[in-house]
């Protein structure tokens, strides 16, 4: 089966500036996480859908990040104004009913 | 995150060593401690995970320990090979599956 798809695979910015990311998750699975992984960390929670519904966003900072999944499928996560702080690994992962999560590989993004 | 904490932080083996990565967690909510193994550019793959039912899980070269009382797990990699070189992260949770805490990760170096 195909895995969780995301674009772009780079991504430099200027502070301030805006930037979003996109995610596809593997067909059938109805929940969707965006993480976000600093360099030398482990991954951390941003957000998690089941299926078009928000579960947790508790650890989303809403001043400048936002995040949709409309039709319950793709979704995109966006960072508005960026700051030098965002800059990580934003990825994406979903799971299906084993709740067993499958990660995509990310889209790196450069604030500077 | 500061909940969970791995260690060593790196470590550097031998061609068929056998590396131990310690994970030591606060919350005795968990019930539920996976492995994670990231390669450079891309998602985290689950590798492993423990029910705290058994003390032990073996799959292929592959071992979890388990020492619920300590709270600690360990993760054991059999006749490691070059191949096998990544960071390694423990991620237990409580309730369900997906509510991941990743740790800071251990960056494993197998050489020749």
């Known amino acids: 089966e195909a895995g969780v798809a995301q674009s772009p695979r780079y991504k430099i910015i200027e502070k301030r500036q805006s930037v979003a990311f996109w995610c596809n998750p593997i067909s059938g699975h109805a929940t969707l996480y965006w993480y976000q992984q600093i360099l030398g960390q482990g991954p951390k929670l941003l957000i998690q859908f089941q299926n078009n519904g928000v579960v947790d966003d508790s650890q989303l900072p809403k001043d400048r990040f936002s995040a949709e999944r409309l039709k319950g499928v793709d979704s995109t996560l966006k960072i508005q104004p960026a700051k030098l702080e965002d800059s990580a690994v934003y990825l994406c992962a979903s799971s299906g009913r084993n709740e067993k999560l499958f990660f995509g590989s990310g889209t790196q993004l450069s604030v500077l | 995150q500061q909940q969970v904490k791995q260690s060593p932080q790196s470590l550097i083996v031998q061609k068929g060593g056998i590396p131990i990565i310690n994970c030591a967690y606060e919350?005795?909510?968990?019930?539920?401690f996976p492995w994670y193994q990231q390669f450079p550019g891309k998602g985290p793959a689950l590798l492993i995970a423990i029910r705290p039912d058994v003390s032990e899980k073996k799959e292929g070269r592959f071992t979890i320990s388990f020492n619920k009382s300590a709270k600690q797990f360990s993760l054991h990699i059999m006749d490691s090979q070059p191949g096998d070189s990544a960071t390694y992260f423990c991620?237990?949770?409580?309730?369900?599956?997906?509510?991941?805490?990743f740790g800071t990760g251990t960056r494993l170096q197998v050489t020749l």
């Open positions: 919350n005795t909510a968990f019930d539920y």
């Open positions: 991620a237990p949770c409580s309730g369900t599956a997906s509510k991941l805490t």
